[in-house]
């Protein structure tokens, strides 16, 4: 199955540049080809070409399917970025091909990086999805400060990933069944005690992805999945 | 803690050139300055430096202590490398920090890719090792022929992830604890019917490893830390 993004599916559909010279340039589709779009938010469409512009192909609406989501459980994972833009690509890329509901990405104290580029991250997501046949985007936010993420947490279970001498016990432990998670993954220095303690005194709790020293990413990857695992 | 990786723990240690460089250029150590180093097969030893040559380096070992695996389990994952080598070296790196034991790769009937560069990715393994302080190196073998890799596997319990019309089950539900295993994961285009054919009759078990469509260095890392959330 070809699967294309499109933010509204309304006739008659414009493909973006991107898209549409993937479209004809590259998988040389032609006039009267058919292919599917999704807009990420659980719609899957039948469209055909009727302009095979490589610029700007235009297709139209054949019939549109509902597809809800249809798990118990969320998962909403925030991240302090990597100095390294690559790896969180390909965190976002992963964690989008094994099933996520949310990426936030936060400001640590111990981070080494001040920006970040939401934008990139969102292209990636998209052809993640696309690859994965996923219909639903993950909602992705902008660089928050640790404070508002916190403040701001309602999820079932909130999870802060750190290990320290009093060894806590793993996730895969600690998270109920069928529940709204948030998992924090620290910045390559680490969470502060500050941003710990905060953390704790707004109902996370501290947990241990495994047994291995893990990369930001990896961690997140680890957690990711071991949610999905729990749920399974 | 400074873990660097030497093939031979034996006095005086010569670094080689590029971890020399590391260590006197990059991390700017200097003589009588200690660190540590594996040698991958479970020994860890401190060690001074006794000359701080940035293309020579030589350390004198004052302690070693051996550390063997103490899990009662063990994997090996047999993968048809990508087309694209960057995504092996994910993989390869993922799989290490998260913990594996043998990497296997294999030339499968879809295959794209005919030859790879075993030697950058035995390079990946060691920076792997090294960052997430695992003393252990997994064991990498060369590319070898699907049915030379069927003919010669002897682990406990051996699987190919394929999903089909039957709907195999999952993974984590189908291994058990405390055992070797091994996972097989093909390319980007699939197994061929033969190889899946040949994999049943040599007591091959299909499974699925969730219910997304993954990409080839996805499924292997998502085995690699199912076998292990499995046996922790």
């Given at each position: 199955m070809l699967l294309f993004y499109i933010l509204d599916l309304q006739n008659p559909v414009l493909l973006s540049e991107e898209e549409s010279k993937h479209c004809?340039?590259?998988?040389?589709l032609q006039k009267g080809d058919s292919l599917h779009l999704t807009d990420g938010k659980g719609h899957l469409a039948k469209a055909e070409i009727i302009e095979a512009n490589p610029k700007k192909c235009v297709l139209q609406i054949l019939d549109i399917e509902q597809f809800p989501q249809k798990k118990d459980f969320k998962i909403h994972l925030a991240v302090a970025p990597t100095k390294n833009a690559d790896r969180m690509e390909w965190l976002v890329e992963k964690c989008i091909e094994i099933g996520i509901d949310e990426i936030s990405f936060f400001q640590a104290q111990h981070s080494e990086r001040q920006h970040f580029n939401l934008e990139r991250l969102q292209k990636k997501a998209i052809a993640a999805l696309k690859q994965s046949l996923h219909l639903h985007l993950p909602k992705m936010n902008a660089l928050l400060s640790f404070k508002n993420l916190i403040a701001n947490s309602t999820e079932d279970q909130k999870f802060i990933a750190y290990v320290d001498s009093q060894n806590p016990s793993k996730l895969f432990e600690s998270a109920k069944k069928n529940q709204s998670y948030l998992v924090l993954i620290g910045p390559e220095g680490d969470f502060s005690t500050q941003e710990l303690d905060l953390a704790l005194n707004n109902n996370f709790q501290k947990v241990s992805l495994g047994n291995s020293r893990l990369r930001t990413e990896t961690a997140g990857i680890v957690a990711c999945l071991t949610l999905n695992l729990l749920n399974e």
């Open positions: 004809i340039k590259v998988l040389r």
